[in-house]
């Protein structure tokens, strides 16, 4: 009797894992489809959505085997998704490859994610490297505050890591873009909400957005300010979609709003009409 409830448990152990193993090679299978695809249409400028999707894959990938979005582990998908074999010999490679990163990237990783910020602070790291580590991405706001104050300033590590804390659990991306885009952004409602937050740098990251990109207005012309809108339209495209799906869940619609980023109502009408005007 204990043999053959041994013999099961083998048996449901190898199941599970051959079940694991299947649905990774799946998603990985659709990665290379829609990364093909994606290079067809002129990448993330030619469809932003499918970029999104692309993206969204990667992250999920990289996630199975315990590894961040980072351009390292990036680069290895893009290299081995540019080969010319099948799409089947494609993924048993990434699959391999990203096997064999995952095991020498958990032997070097930092033990806790203060350790994390004291390591690159101490070797000046690659924003691109480490933000993807704590599971924060990459803009304007997250990159200033990883240069400009957690490597250039004697800020604490735990004020670095509990900002980065507050951008990663709430929604509030949109907000600050919304805050470039303003003369009195001060009385703005998204400026509000960012403050009641908790986000301790955004007054600083202002004041260095507008010495950075304001100065130069004048010399911006109509083509790029043109991109910016449509960059920005994508955005807030993207936002909505992200409301809905949250509706869709069952979510309120105010704790949809929140969690998509659309908390302003004028935000919000803006969003719902750019979505509407591209579907």
């Known amino acids: ?30 990665y290379l489809a829609q990364y093909k695809l994606l290079q067809k249409r002129g990448g993330a400028q030619g469809d932003g959505e499918l970029y999104a999707q692309v993206f969204e894959l990667e992250k999920q990938i990289l996630k199975c085997f315990g590894l961040p979005r980072t351009n390292k582990f990036v680069k290895i998908m893009w290299k081995i998704a540019d080969n010319v074999s099948s799409s089947k010999q494609r993924a048993l490679i990434m699959m391999d490859q990203l096997s064999l990163e995952a095991e020498k990237y958990l032997a070097a990783k930092p033990s806790s994610l203060k350790q994390l910020i004291v390591d690159a602070r101490k070797h000046q790291s690659d924003p691109f490297e480490v933000l993807p580590e704590i599971y924060v991405g990459s803009n304007s706001y997250t990159l200033f505050v990883y240069n400009e104050i957690m490597l250039k300033s004697d800020v604490s590590d735990n004020d670095i890591i509990a900002e980065f804390q507050i951008i990663k659990e709430s929604s509030c991306l949109i907000d600050i873009y919304m805050l470039t885009q303003m003369e009195q952004y001060k009385n703005s409602d998204a400026y509000k909400h ?11 990251y202002m004041k260095w957005y507008v010495s950075k990109y304001k100065k130069n207005d004048s010399a911006i012309n109509m083509e790029t ?11 807030l495209i993207f936002a909505f979609k992200k409301f809905q799906k949250f509706r869709m869940r069952g979510y309120a619609e105010e704790r ?21 005007m591209n579907n």
């Not at 204990?2 to 990985?28: D, G, P, Q, Y």
């Not at 009641?196 to 600083?204: C, H, Q, R, T, V």
């Not at 300010?225 to 955005?235: G, I, P, R, S």
């Open 256 to 276: 949809a709003r929140k969690l998509s980023g659309l908390n302003d109502d004028r935000l919000f009408k803006i969003a719902s009409s750019a979505f509407s």
């Open 225 to 235: 300010k043109q991109n910016k809108v449509e960059d920005a339209l994508v955005l």
């Open 1 to 30: 009797m204990r043999t053959f409830a041994l013999f099961m448990r083998i048996i449901c152990i190898n199941f599970s894992e051959s079940m694991v193993e299947f649905e990774i090679k799946r998603l990985i299978l659709s």
């Open 194 to 204: 960012l403050k009641s937050i908790g986000l301790k740098y955004i007054d600083a």
